[in-house]
């Protein structure tokens, strides 16, 4: 995937998500079209995070520091807006799966253990968002995308149950669009600052 075409795929997530949490938080129940596309914004969100801390010379642990404090500072807008305490926003949700990548990396085996089997019952998305973001991580970092395909389409399986439906898999014809070139600029801090005012704009409004 280009640098890019890395950003349009996070900025096209962006316009999903939003749709999917106006939805919710105006409580107009089920929306045609909104609402099954709002499936599809987190696992393109978790491939191309999945392909950032595959490339050569990423921080892995820097990645986890980041999503984990900005996680922390939109918890309390989350809270607020959904009225829910647990399970806890989706950026600590991919803090946790950074975080096992990690482990995978380090050979922590005990602390990949405690952070992939009780830990995410906490977050949203729980144990198919830690697979979804582990399995593509090991098919970017090793180069095995095309000739194990099948096993990141499995990925998706527990996602699917997840969600009830099977309108995540849309991410991966979606995915294509990572390889264009627009010499879109990048916005590191840009999606984080959106995520914690968006759900607060939304939630005082609804």
Same mark, same amino acid.
């Given at each position: &995937?280009?640098?890019?075409?890395?950003?349009?795929?996070?900025?096209?997530?962006?316009?999903?998500?939003?749709?999917? #949490?106006?939805?919710?938080?105006? #409580?107009?129940?089920?929306?045609?079209?909104? %609402?099954?596309?709002?499936?599809?914004?987190?696992?393109? =969100?978790?491939?191309? &995070?999945?392909?950032?801390?595959?490339?050569?010379?990423?921080?892995?642990?820097?990645?986890?520091?980041?999503?984990?404090?900005?996680?922390?500072?939109?918890?309390?807008?989350?809270?607020?807006? =959904?009225?829910?305490?647990?399970?806890?926003?989706?950026?600590?949700? =991919?803090?946790?799966?950074?975080?096992?990548?990690?482990?995978?990396?380090?050979?922590?085996?005990?602390?990949?253990?405690?952070?992939?089997?009780?830990?995410?019952?906490?977050?949203?998305?729980?144990?198919?968002?830690?697979?979804?973001?582990?399995?593509?991580?090991?098919?970017?970092?090793?180069?095995?995308?095309?000739? #194990?395909?099948?096993?990141?389409?499995?990925? =998706?399986?527990?996602?699917?149950?997840?969600?009830?439906?099977?309108?995540?898999?849309?991410?991966?014809?979606? &995915?294509?669009?990572?390889?264009?070139?627009? #010499?879109?600029?990048?916005?590191?801090?840009?999606?984080?600052?959106?995520?914690?005012?968006?759900?607060?704009?939304?939630?005082?409004? %609804?």
């Amino acid at each position: &995937m280009t640098s890019s075409g890395r950003e349009l795929l996070k900025w096209v997530a962006v316009v999903l998500m939003t749709g999917d #949490h106006a939805v919710k938080l105006f #409580h107009a129940g089920y929306v045609p079209v909104v %609402s099954e596309l709002g499936r599809v914004a987190f696992p393109v =969100f978790a491939l191309v &995070m999945a392909y950032n801390l595959a490339q050569p010379g990423s921080d892995v642990a820097k990645s986890v520091k980041r999503l984990f404090v900005w996680g922390v500072v939109a918890q309390p807008v989350y809270a607020w807006a =959904f009225g829910v305490l647990l399970p806890v926003n989706v950026l600590l949700s =991919f803090a946790l799966a950074a975080a096992c990548v990690l482990c995978v990396q380090d050979r922590r085996w005990w602390l990949l253990c405690l952070f992939a089997v009780p830990v995410p019952l906490l977050v949203d998305y729980q144990w198919s968002g830690i697979v979804l973001v582990v399995v593509w991580w090991w098919l970017f970092a090793t180069n095995r995308v095309d000739s #194990h395909f099948w096993l990141g389409a499995a990925a =998706f399986v527990p996602l699917c149950l997840f969600n009830g439906n099977a309108w995540a898999l849309l991410a991966l014809p979606v &995915m294509a669009l990572g390889q264009v070139d627009l #010499h879109l600029p990048r916005t590191r801090w840009a999606f984080y600052g959106y995520y914690v005012l968006h759900i607060g704009l939304l939630a005082a409004n %609804s």
